[in-house]
């Protein structure tokens, strides 16, 4: 609560990602309909565990075509630009340290930021590969003061019971003075803002995603999945003076 | 598998990435402890719920003080590279050109690929966000033949149990004709390799995880994310044609 307090008044733009469960909901409906000696929680991809919440979907039968009228893609040749092995040893070494150095930032400024910047984030957000090619999302850029600050009201609502019912005192102690907790996955959307020159903070709010998608009038097809508050940062941002585990404590091989 | 058959044999570098299930495994185990009568799936946070599978994890206790070594961070100030407002126009339109020519590609080829390249492309996904910044992963870099071939083997005969049980036969006919299927998340790795001149395509081979965790030795604490086949792409490596959605498909203003 205390990033939302924080933050929330100076969004200059609020990005929802919602995860159309297009995928989930067909996927579920044809194994309901084929597959019914089978165990469920063994059936279930794990695209489709990411997915699962309360809501029941209901089957939309025109869904079932979507496969279909990809069936015949031609397939083209693929070749990308080659470089010399300096060269990719260069690249990849410059990407790790421009990346090294972004960070959750959870003090945004209230500067405006132009919106042609947040259009190409989306666009490449956009380019992520995803199963079939269905490109299974809808990005929810909010600008408007009065839905941010009601999706402030909701995440605060939710996490005062999260803090209070849902979880032990203890992690909520420690929760609390590790302020907020982001997702462990990767964005490119964060990745994306952060090479434009703006800074984000990866947010999975527990339990407000039929809230916020009602809110936003999204169909019942979508989860929010991200929330990802987006701006410069303020003047006087901070960020917890923490290192990196080493390559030797992330990497393995075989 | 027509993916894994073509492709296997010519897997120059095979990534695998664990998330280590400690942050799902703690938090879990502090609910059960404090939080008895409350609904449990209602309690569950998306994270939690991405790591489910049929594996009880044995609660390691000393995991929960893995909080306490970071609660007194301290914080710093924080400002990063601001960049006018043209060059930012032109910084995220570059960058959306750079990944809207990326493709997940399937065929590629036996080349080595330099060692060095690979370690920078980890150290990059490293630097992802994470709740409480707790790093939760560990990546897995085969390059191994025997391995790579074992690996092969495990996701053959899963998928072939996916196919002819676990899912209905209109899907498999589908997803046949498609390829492979991959994931709708976004990956880091992906883009990595992609910047770095490499190619790969995200996989998440269904009920394959317990194996291949096993396989390469490592804990029941982890589990298996994502599996990366990385490397060039062959000279004859062909691509779906497909256009991407425009914007106004995907994005929502509010």
């Known amino acids: 609560m205390a990033l939302f307090s924080s933050v929330t008044p100076v969004i200059i733009a609020l990005i929802c990602i919602c995860l159309a ?12 309909r084929k597959v019914e000696t089978e165990d469920r929680v ?14 029941e979907l209901a089957v939309d039968e025109k869904a079932g075509s979507f496969l279909n009228d990809d069936l015949e893609v031609q397939h083209i040749p693929y070749s990308p630009q080659r470089y010399s092995e300096d060269e990719m040893i260069r690249r990849a070494n410059e990407f790790y340290h421009l990346m090294n150095a972004r960070r959750s930032v959870r003090f945004i400024s209230e500067e405006a930021v132009p919106r042609e910047v947040i259009d190409n984030v989306i666009r490449t957000a956009g ?3 995803s199963g079939a090619h269905t490109e299974p999302w809808t990005f929810v850029v909010i600008q408007d003061p009065e839905t941010k ?9 939710e996490e005062e019971i999260n803090y209070m019912k849902r979880m032990g005192k203890k992690w909520v102690s420690d929760l609390r003075k590790m302020s907020w ?24 709010p527990l339990n407000c995603g039929p809230r916020v998608r009602v809110l936003l009038g999204r169909p019942e097809n979508e989860k929010l999945l991200l ?18 585990k080493p390559l030797d404590e992330i990497m393995v091989s075989v």
């Open 227 to 244: 929330l990802l508050p987006v701006g410069y940062p303020a003047k006087d941002a901070t960020v917890p003076d923490f290192k990196r």
């Open 21 to 32: 469960a297009l995928w989930s909901s067909r996927w579920k409906a044809r194994r309901d």
């Open 42 to 55: 063994n059936a279930k991809p794990w695209a489709d565990e990411d997915l699962r919440d309360e809501t």
């Open 149 to 157: 600050h009601q999706i402030r009201e909701i995440i605060e609502e």
């Open 127 to 129: 380019t992520a590969p």
């Open 181 to 204: 907790c982001t997702y462990p996955w990767v964005t490119r959307s964060s990745l994306h803002d952060w090479n434009a020159g703006l800074v984000t903070v990866t947010t999975t």
